[in-house]
């Protein structure tokens, strides 16, 4: 399972953008960064962390600035290849048992001038592996983790492919290599550490300084490495209180050991809600020459005032979430490039089985038959059609309804998997086979409370939609819209979320954490043993195998009435033409994935 990060849309409660009246020159085309090349990019979701790694921090926003600020060990092109990043290598060096080696590169470091190494991928793969929790959950109502008592451990994190190393690694006498067993075959392991956005996690040296008081980098790292390997919950815990927390802030912290990073750019200002710049970091020892100097991120949730600021030039580069209203305003900007196309996020319904709600057996005297039926009528009244003809066609005239959870349409295996699903049991709204459905429940329904963000249009228009619809059954609809809507998942508040996945890897195991029993992404409370047994089975399968059990998996999905997958949002990249080198891929970090071939033309 490797995580999927939240598509936040239009989510931040301080959405006003504060802009310069001028926009800083640009400069030079050699293969030198120009002191003078400022890039603007327009986003809508502030940062809020320098670990994405935990719940609290699993969002786009922050992964696509880490990965600005450090190296991996791959990453994926436009085209979706993986590609050699530059901490090192990743080799299997074992089939029986899975034995996987991580090598760093000599001149891989830290930007305080510590080596990267064993210690930092050691503690990435203890926090992730949950193996040293003493407790399930410890997390607070805004998504935040509580601090763990002396002795309790508690790291904010689920990666099955760490899951499934439990021995401590073999680790090199220079601390350059580090060798990590599976206990059984991994089908991602090339993905599983290291890779991407996440790259090699914090500093390990940093949390021990933090967490333990140790000075000595050095020494810091061993206590991470010695505190692993004994299972001390002593230290443990209080290394997982830092892991989780110490590392979170909404500007410019005062604490210049929470900016250390290993990759080109350094962070130099941050204004809440505002902005965030980084600047190319001079002691950077790495490979990697980007071309611009400095990156500012303007941050507003409002789609069509990011458009107003391209235009004004106070921001070169953005993506927005797109509508008519924004591509049609877009176009019509001289001397802007509109690119379109699918995006890697799919919108989709969540429905919740564990908070007492209509659609959780509880409220029907734990009868799980009719809790399914009473789903499967809300199921029967969304119009997917509808929603695609009215918000996403005047986008992309060729969108279709999404008929798979986990594969894009026109994949290799998408047409396999949709029809042995099931799923066109949805293709068309059925408000009378609904209406008999609760007829068969019996008695009241609860409501249905529904959560999005209500802030973005989109959502907006599709909550309506659904509403109108799901009253014609007789359901009672309502709206729990909230703009911190991604703090709230999974907290039982609402039955039915409207939000979006985006992919991380195109790994078969990508959304395993959506739907095992208990697992990160599984803010619904689902538990099914014969999911989880598919899932299992889908960690350790053969290429040949991967379309039969995704769509033994997807049909389990639909037989449940886990929710319905939508559509795929129709992607938009919108950038001025002194600004070269612009690309996208469908995994995150989306356009950001070769900044360092940005350029912009001297004004």
């Known amino acids: 399972m490797n995580k999927r990060f939240l598509a936040a849309g239009a989510s931040v409660a301080a959405a006003a953008m504060v802009l310069s009246a001028c926009t800083p020159p640009g400069g030079g085309n050699d293969d030198q960064a120009s002191e003078n090349q400022v890039l603007n990019v327009g986003w809508n979701q502030a940062f809020t962390t320098m670990n994405n790694m935990t719940s609290y921090g699993n969002a786009t926003a922050n992964a696509n600035l880490l990965y600005m600020m450090n190296d991996n060990f ?5 085209k979706l290849e993986t590609q050699t990043g530059d901490l090192g290598t990743i080799e299997k060096v074992s089939d029986d048992p899975l034995k996987v080696k991580y090598t760093f590169n000599d001149n891989a470091t830290w930007s305080d001038g510590t080596p990267v190494d064993a210690a930092d991928l050691a503690l ?3 926090a992730r592996s949950t193996h040293f929790n003493t407790v399930d959950e410890n997390n607070n109502d805004d998504g935040t983790v509580k601090e763990n008592a002396d002795g309790t451990v508690y790291f904010d994190s689920s990666v099955v492919g760490s899951q499934l190393i439990e021995e401590f690694p073999e680790i090199s006498e220079d601390g350059k290599e580090a060798t990590f067993t599976y206990t059984k075959p991994y089908a991602d392991w090339a993905v599983d550490m290291g890779f991407g956005s996440d790259g090699v996690g914090l500093p390990a040296h940093i949390v021990a300084k933090k967490a333990l008081g140790i000075e000595d980098p050095a020494e810091a790292k061993q206590a991470i490495l010695d505190a692993i390997k004994n299972d001390d919950k002593s230290a443990l815990s209080k290394i997982s209180n830092s892991w989780n ?3 979170n802030f909404a500007s410019m912290p005062d604490d210049e050991d929470l900016l250390v990073h290993n990759g080109p750019y350094k962070m130099t200002d ?3 809600g505002q902005y965030l710049t980084m600047e190319l970091d001079p002691n950077y020892s790495g490979p990697k020459k980007p071309k611009v100097n400095t990156v500012t991120i303007r941050y507003n949730g409002d789609p069509m005032a990011m458009v107003q600021a391209v235009e004004n030039g106070e921001v070169d580069l953005t993506q927005p979430q797109s509508s008519a209203d924004v591509l049609e305003a877009a176009q019509a900007i001289d001397g802007v490039n509109v690119d379109t196309g699918d995006d890697a996020t799919y919108e989709h319904v969540d429905l919740t089985f564990n908070n007492a709600g209509p659609f959780d057996p509880e409220s029907y005297g734990g009868d799980e038959e009719k809790a399914k039926k009473v789903r499967q009528a809300i199921l029967k009244t969304i119009p997917r059609q509808e929603i695609v003809d009215k918000i996403i066609k005047p986008l992309n005239p060729d969108a279709v309804v999404r008929d798979s959870f986990n594969q894009v349409p026109g994949s290799p295996m998408y047409e ?13 709204v059925d408000i009378e086979g609904a209406k008999q459905l609760l007829e068969e429940v019996g008695g009241e329904i609860k409501p249905v409370r529904i959560m999005y963000d209500n802030t973005n249009s989109r959502r907006q228009q599709e909550f309506q939609l659904i509403k109108e619809s799901a009253e014609q059954a ?22 039915l979320a409207l939000f979006g996945w985006q992919s991380t890897t195109t790994g078969i195991t990508n959304s395993d954490s959506n739907y095992r029993t208990k697992s990160q992404n599984n803010y619904g409370g689902y538990s099914n043993p014969e999911t989880d047994k598919v899932l299992d089975e889908l960690l350790v399968a053969p290429p040949e195998d991967g379309a039969k059990l995704s769509t033994e998996l997807e049909k389990q999905l639909v037989d449940s009435a886990f929710g319905l997958p939508i559509f795929q949002f129709p992607g938009l990249t919108i950038y001025r033409d002194s600004v070269s080198g612009v690309s996208n891929t469908t995994v995150a970090p989306t356009v950001f994935w070769n900044y360092w071939d940005w350029e912009k033309a001297a004004n």
């Open 124 to 126: 990435t793969w203890a």
């Open 74 to 78: 791959g990453y994926y092109d436009d």
């Open 245 to 247: 927390s110490d590392f």
């Open 416 to 428: 396999e998997i949709v029809s042995g699903s099931g799923i066109e049991e949805y293709d068309q």
């Open 270 to 272: 941050f204004v809440e």
């Open 474 to 495: 007789g359901f009672t609809i309502e709206d729990v819209g909230d703009v911190n809507w991604s703090a709230r998942l999974g907290d039982g508040s609402y039955d």
